[in-house]
């Protein structure tokens, strides 16, 4: 089975571990990557996105949501001081993420009131992956804009702290994807309803 998952899906792991002891006949290859891959074309037998799914060639099933949060380490803080309101990130250093499929910056889930501007974020690094983002922001060099899961452990240690949660209430929702077909496959059938019970709560 060829399944392609997002970069955050290397925190899946390990309840994809105990989907491959409940099949272990089912041969398993894992593509992480963030760009858009063309499911059909590119020969993948399920991915797990995020966002609403948009190819009518595709069946899909929502599998969760989780939250983004803005953190920093409390070393970064202590020294740039804490954001109160979101205009306050414009006196900061972010690390931005860059979507591969369109070469985009990331667009951070803050809300503003309708006479506030538009906010234009200082760049202190980009990168097209969450690892750096994760790095360099419990080192310190930063914030940075990140799905919880891929922090939870981070924040519950204290390495990181999230900041202006009252304005930030936007959550990623998580879809698991499939060729559409009238004979869906055992194999497949089986990953999706795997997912789809036991990935979230994460």
Known sequence: M?????????????????????????ELDFDYSDRLVDVIEEGFDAVIRTGEPSDSRLMSRRLGSCRRVIVGAPSYFSQAGVPHE????????????????????DTWPVTRTTDMPAIELP??????????QVCFAEQGLGIACLPEIAVRQQLQDGKLITV??????????????WPSSRHLSPKIRAFVDFVAENLFPF
């Open 2 to 26: 060829r399944i392609s998952l997002p970069s955050v899906g290397t925190l899946f792991m390990p309840k994809l571990a105990t989907f491959k002891r409940l099949y272990p006949d089912i």
């Open 164 to 177: 202006l949660d009252e304005y930030n209430h936007e959550s990623m929702v998580f879809h698991v994807l």
């Open 123 to 132: 760049i202190s690094m980009v990168t097209n992956t969450l690892d750096p």
């Open 86 to 105: 979101p205009a306050d990130l414009t006196r900061h250093g972010c690390l931005l993420y860059r979507f591969p499929s369109t070469g985009k910056l």
